[in-house]
């Protein structure tokens, strides 16, 4: 009985440190609503485990078996369901190409960083999470550069609220954007749907 809890605990820290570890890098991420609320969500682009980032650091590059292992956890991510595409490319760094379709009001966290919430009220909230000063400056010493877009699209009968895009549609044309260029940079929007 031991035994077995061990294996569940080591699987659950090792999923969960894999996706609490890897931090976009160089990417595109859209999120596409329709007018039912419904919304889909793309990943492309690299991502780099915090952990491996900071072993390089420390010992200027990755033992054998450590790179191996990050090969393997590569592997293991593809076959999840909204995992298109996971590459271990060296370094600590993946490739990634995530598709994932959400029904109205079911919440969305990808790669521990993006978020679709949607509250009682029937505001949803589109955010990246609050990074602590003390995670922003070891990041920072990590010599992790952020280097992305966040596009959201969004149909006639949404109402936004507030956001902090940095381009917005002209004309009901195009898609709020965000140009994400520091690791501190949250972008944030407030949505709701008329009927």
């Not at 793309?42 to 485990?49: E, I, L």
């Not at 490739?95 to 993006?114: N, T």
């Not at 920072?140 to 507030?162: D, F, H, M, T, Y």
Request: charged share 25%; aromatic share 6%; net charge positive.
């Amino acid at each position: 009985m031991k035994k077995s809890a061990f294996i569940i605990s080591a699987v659950i820290g090792t999923v969960t440190l894999l996706s609490g570890c890897l931090i976009p890098e160089r990417f595109t991420a859209k999120i596409d609503f329709q007018p039912d609320a419904n919304y889909t969500f793309h990943y492309s682009g690299t991502a780099v485990h915090a952990l491996a980032a900071a072993e390089i650091k420390k010992k200027g590059s990755l033992s054998e078996k450590d790179e191996n292992g990050l090969k393997s956890d590569a592997e293991k991510l593809s076959k999840k369901p909204d995992i298109q595409k996971a590459i271990y490319k060296g370094n600590g760094r993946y490739e990634l190409e995530i598709e994932s379709a959400k029904k109205a009001g079911q919440p969305l966290r990808a790669l521990d960083i993006f978020s679709v919430k949607t509250g009682k009220d029937g505001v949803v909230t589109i955010s990246s999470n609050e990074i602590k000063d003390k995670d922003k400056r070891e990041l920072e010493q990590l010599g992790i550069a952020i280097n992305g877009v966040l596009e959201v699209r969004l149909p006639k009968n949404a109402n936004v609220i507030s956001h902090n895009a940095t381009t917005t549609p002209t004309l009901g044309i195009g898609s709020y954007s965000w140009k994400i260029g520091r690791i501190d940079q949250r972008p944030m929007m407030k949505v709701q749907f008329n009927p």
